[in-house]
């Protein structure tokens, strides 16, 4: 009989992500306490804000890292098995063009960000916050994060994982201790929560530097004779399968940069403060909450390109189905209780006026349906991946975020206010509608897929 191994290689992996994206509260926890140090009314909550305001573009890094890094993983682990030196030497050089150009247009950004904060929002204290964290972050970024993207995949290219995850832990623990330092001993304020954030990464990256180079200096000692293959475009050969990763993150930009641009717009401009510094702490709920199914997403891609390998459809249909059922008790059993015993406390402990802790406790019920709904779609979208067919998982995110996700916010937040509910009521019930409704249509795409390959290797396998 078989039996699914899904949750076994899981688990390692939800605690590695849990802690990660624990850790990025941090910058969250210290901005509320910026109007306490500096006397400044509304600081808080305007610092919160501006952070929220800061998600699309990190979402805009994230996206570029994981297709740049997933791409260039790919094609180092498949030349380095093949024994191809020559190719591996081509790939190293070709990553670092492409990190040049992501340096290059990501300073740029930081430099755009600088520029039109004060003319784009109409709050100056709120310009003011997410004018110098945006600089220093995207900018920071440019410098420090993308310059990862090299070790990093050669540590994954050797099967390192626990390199990767102690490279990640090392950046989490050192932003903490370098916040406390900037924040309550220097009194940097915001400057100083970006900073850290930046300067955190610098360690993480002087490990997998080290850590890669050891990894390498035994490859070459090992590799007695190195067969002869190169790539006639070594860029274009990463790019091949980064772009179509890197564009799922960038819509998921989108949908935030879509969200955000409604809440900075809506009058008063003091209401929309709140509601941003309410979004930002529903939306760190959110993600902090979906890291076991992004995790159990990671796990599951090896296991589908394993299977789909070996012809048995069937064990990815069972591994999928057992993935969704812990899905589903995890909403329910853990999620649920937290969000209704942690909301409100959360609610208050990151908020600095009245307005904005109702909002956000108004938001926390919606974190638990989005969490329901969305982990279906990482678990589809993964496997579309491991079938190595990313085109459903990419047209399906495209559908979410423009037909969905973005105009059920802007209806959602219309009907609200109209019918004399929160407006956070109304944000939340479209962000839920949008994730659906995107499970839904990739969910059952991948269904019938799954079926269709295990009807033409077994005329009797049922469809999922």
């Not at 960000?113 to 600089?135: C, K, M, N």
């Not at 510094?277 to 909450?289: G, K, P, Q």
């Not at 219309?414 to 499970?439: D, I, K, Q």
Request: charged share 15%; hydrophobic share 55%; glycine share 8%.
């Amino acid at each position: 009989m078989k039996s699914a191994t899904i949750l076994r290689l899981t688990g390692p992996l939800v605690v590695s992500f849990w802690l990660r994206s624990a850790f990025a509260w941090v910058d969250t926890f210290f901005a509320a306490e910026l109007e306490d140090l500096e006397q400044v009314p509304g600081l808080g909550d305007a610092s919160i804000a501006a952070i929220g305001l800061a998600l699309p573009f990190e979402f805009l890094t994230i996206a570029c890292w994981v297709g740049s890094s997933n791409g260039l993983t790919t094609r180092l682990a498949a030349a380095m098995g093949a024994g191809e030196s020559d190719r591996v030497a081509q790939l190293k050089s070709a990553s670092v063009r492409i990190i040049w150009v992501l340096c290059a247009a990501f300073l740029a950004m930081a430099a755009a960000i600088w520029w039109l904060s004060p003319h784009v929002l109409e709050d100056p204290l709120l310009a003011r916050q997410f004018q110098l964290y945006g600089t220093i972050l995207i900018g920071g970024s440019a410098l420090t994060s993308f310059w990862a993207i090299l070790p990093d995949s050669i540590v994954k290219a050797h099967q390192d994982t626990r390199g990767t995850m102690w490279a990640g832990l090392l950046s989490t623990f050192t932003n903490v201790i370098m916040n406390t330092i900037f924040v309550f001993v220097f009194g940097w304020g915001i400057i100083g929560i970006a900073a850290s954030t930046v300067l955190s990464r610098v360690f993480s990256l002087a490990y997998a530097w080290q850590r890669a180079a050891g990894h390498e200096r035994r490859r070459l000692e090992e590799c007695a004779a190195p067969r002869p293959g190169r790539f006639e475009q070594p860029v274009r050969a990463i790019l091949a399968l980064a772009i179509p990763g890197a564009l799922t993150y960038l819509l998921m930009s989108v949908e935030s940069l879509a969200v955000l641009g409604l809440i900075a717009n809506l009058p008063p401009a003091e209401q929309a403060v709140s509601l941003l510094a309410a979004w930002s702490i529903f939306d760190r709920a959110l993600r902090f909450l979906l890291m076991p199914g992004i995790a159990c997403s990671v796990a599951l891609l090896p296991l589908v390109a394993r299977d789909s390998g070996k012809g048995d459809f069937e064990q990815i249909q069972l591994e999928l189905r057992t993935a969704e059922r812990a899905g589903w008790i995890y909403s329910l059993a853990i999620v649920l209780p937290m969000v209704l015993l942690g909301g409100p406390w959360l609610a208050q402990v990151l908020s600095d006026t009245p307005e904005t802790r109702q909002f956000a406790r108004d938001g926390m019920p919606w974190v638990f349906l989005g969490v329901l709904v969305s982990i279906p779609f990482f678990l589809a979208r993964s496997t579309f991946d491991g079938l190595q067919r990313p085109r459903p998982g990419l047209i399906a995110s495209t559908i979410r975020a423009f037909l969905l996700f973005i105009p059920g916010m802007a209806v959602g937040y219309t009907v609200a206010v109209a019918a004399g509910f929160s407006p956070m009521h109304g944000l939340g019930a479209g962000a839920c509608f949008g994730l659906l409704g995107g499970s839904l249509l990739i969910r059952n795409w991948i269904g019938r897929q799954l079926g269709e390959l295990a009807a033409e290797q077994n005329p009797r396998e049922a469809v999922v």
